[in-house]
């Protein structure tokens, strides 16, 4: 089954603890990218990646790292997260930036 | 930077009426795309159409239709028909050169 897998879905966490949010896809496809989710504020775009080895910052990148080593895998790191990084993320991808993004189904994070 | 309103937070419809959802946006550019997407409480974010500026022709999917009015920058998203499962947040979305910006969202309740 074609999908965007993230883990974990939810994570409580205290500040300044590293963490790195999982994000793994088996579609082959080129483009992936990172999404924050706040009330009133909708998704914000943090961090994408047009192929391997090519990331490029979002909207909102501040505090937040990724890499892209295998196409399939973008993982999201936090290296020393703070309670305003709580938030719901969600990892998307798609064959280009132009077609049909897949999204995961999110990561609850939780900073205290 | 470009933006995206919707400004209707949250909108109700009879179940088997039609109900059309407001997006405008911002921009400069002529070239660009615009999705809207569908969260149901699942949190799963799905693709329920996509308008590429350049067509003056608008998209149908099905139940679903958006009415493109390019010089006014808006976008709305017209259900018909609707149903139970329709019930969800619904984003608007607007896409140019690997930059995704999305509206903060219009929650829809079907009533029975």
């Known amino acids: 089954e074609a999908q965007v897998t993230q883990n974990p879905r939810y994570l409580i966490t205290v500040t300044g603890k590293k963490l790195t949010v999982t994000c793994s896809q088996n579609m082959n496809h080129e483009y992936m990218s990172w999404y924050r989710q706040d009330p009133g504020l909708g998704l914000r775009q943090i961090y994408y990646?047009?192929?391997?080895?090519?990331?490029d910052k979002g909207d909102v990148p501040e505090g937040y790292k990724v890499s892209r080593k295998e196409k399939r895998n973008f993982p999201l790191i936090l290296e020393s997260p703070s309670p305003n990084q709580t938030s719901l993320y969600f990892c998307?991808?798609?064959?280009?930036?132009?077609?049909?993004?897949?999204f995961g189904q999110g990561t609850r994070l939780t900073v205290v | 930077a470009q933006t995206v309103t919707q400004s209707q937070p949250e909108m109700s419809v009879q179940e088997a009426e039609t109900v059309t959802l407001s997006c405008t946006y911002d921009t400069s550019e002529s070239d660009y795309y615009l999705f809207w997407y569908k969260q149901p409480p699942s949190r799963q974010m799905i693709l329920v159409i996509r308008q590429e500026a350049y067509k003056q022709q608008n998209a149908t999917e099905n139940r679903f239709s958006v009415n493109f009015q390019k010089a006014a920058k808006s976008f709305s998203l017209k259900i018909s028909d609707s149903q139970l499962g329709d019930a969800a947040m619904y984003f608007c979305?607007?896409?140019?050169?690997?930059?995704?910006?999305f509206g903060a969202g219009t929650r829809l309740t079907v009533k029975p």
């Open positions: 990646s047009m192929n391997v080895e090519v990331t």
């Open positions: 998307a991808s798609s064959l280009t930036a132009l077609t049909e993004a897949f």
């Open positions: 979305a607007y896409f140019r050169n690997n930059d995704m910006r």
